[in-house]
């Protein structure tokens, strides 16, 4: 199994909904980013997680919050959203930390 | 932190032609250089990338040189085809194994991206 999956593709929420995106990988790797993508702009990183642990927070507000359950499974809780926060949100994984990333499909979030 | 430069924003050639993409880097801890093809609506996929004791790496029509003296490198595409039409985006960052070593370490740090268009 060579993909980063993520679930839901696409998500719809108001500004007082509680959601959480999630992501799944099986290639062993022990890195996990989450990045956020605005159209025709270059995704920018949100968190770093490393052997399970929250290594890098990018000054993400907290209406953002990271979890990393295992080495396989990384989500990311959602609350209080703001319109602006509407973007595609990509996981990736890695072996080696910062190299090579593997790319989920993304999730389409838009905030109404 | 990183900042990396990139250039043409867009560029437009005919089939069969080459294409060239440069970018700059201002970190000189970084040591991975890799490329990025996102096709609309799709993920970002890695096509090709550098590590900073290599100057030069070819694959098939896709090549990349890295000019560490002057923080530069740059994609190469040959014999361009349609399905080349993509955004690409290079991007650097300091990689290791365990992350230990600073703020730095394993973020990857994106250019602006280059919109390209293959004409048939």
């Known amino acids: 199994d060579t993909e980063v999956t993520q679930t839901p593709k696409h998500l719809v929420m108001g500004m007082t909904n509680k959601k959480s995106l999630k992501c799944e990988q099986h290639?062993?790797?022990?890195?996990m980013y989450w990045y956020k993508q605005k159209a025709k702009k270059p995704p920018e990183l949100m968190f770093v997680y490393s052997y399970e642990k929250l290594s890098i927070n990018e000054s993400v507000p907290s209406r953002f919050s990271p979890e990393c359950p295992n080495s396989s499974l990384l989500n990311l809780h959602l609350h209080a959203l703001q319109p602006e926060d509407s973007a595609l949100y990509l996981c990736?994984?890695?072996?080696?930390?910062?190299?090579?990333?593997?790319f989920g499909s993304g999730t389409q979030l838009s905030v109404l | 932190g990183e900042n990396v430069e990139q250039h043409p924003s867009t560029l437009s050639v005919q089939e069969g032609d080459s294409a060239v993409i440069k970018c700059t880097y201002s970190d000189s801890a970084s040591n991975y250089f890799p490329w990025y093809k996102q096709e609309l609506g799709k993920r970002p996929q890695l096509i090709i990338d550098?590590?900073?004791?290599?100057g030069e790496k070819k694959d098939q029509r896709i090549a990349v040189t890295l000019n560490k003296t002057a923080k530069h490198f740059s994609l190469h595409i040959t014999e361009t085809q349609p399905e080349d039409s993509a955004v690409y985006f290079c991007a650097a960052s300091h990689y290791g194994l365990t992350g230990a070593g600073g703020t730095s370490y394993g973020k990857l740090t994106f250019g602006q991206g280059t919109i390209l268009t293959v004409h048939p």
């Open positions: 290639m062993g790797h022990r890195a």
């Open positions: 550098i590590r900073s004791n290599v």
């Open positions: 990736a994984s890695s072996l080696v930390w910062g190299e090579k990333l593997f």
